[in-house]
């Protein structure tokens, strides 16, 4: 299993629009192939960033699956007048045994 990390930084008073883009674009990470579960959380020190957490079955699920798909460009019609900027994203793999071991028998 993969765990994306995108911190999203928005334009400044937009929060309240970009919440209301954002509980519309989720529906269209959740279709995506090889989509696990996802969590958006808003930064207590800095409101106008945010954390997207994101697990995917693999890398490719996300990088060529989703991005290379329709999904992907609603989501960033959605939402991504709102960045103020590129979001910065990183992929980290799990080095629990379970993990591992469930990750390996799905595929």
């Known amino acids: 299993m993969i765990f994306e990390v995108a911190q999203i930084r928005i334009k400044t008073g937009q929060a309240a629009a970009f919440e209301a883009a954002y509980r519309q674009a989720q529906q269209q990470l959740a279709a995506a192939e090889g989509y696990i579960a996802h969590e958006l959380r808003r930064c207590l020190e800095q409101p106008d960033q945010y954390l997207l957490l994101v ?53």
Do not use: K, M
């Not at 329709?70 to 960045?83: S, V």
């Open 55 to 107: 697990h995917w079955r693999r890398l490719e699920d996300h990088t060529v699956g989703f991005r290379g798909s329709p999904h992907f460009q609603e989501w960033r019609r959605l939402i991504g007048p709102f960045f103020d900027g590129p979001p910065s994203v990183v992929h980290y793999q799990s080095l629990d045994e379970h993990e591992l071991g469930a990750a390996d028998r799905a595929g």
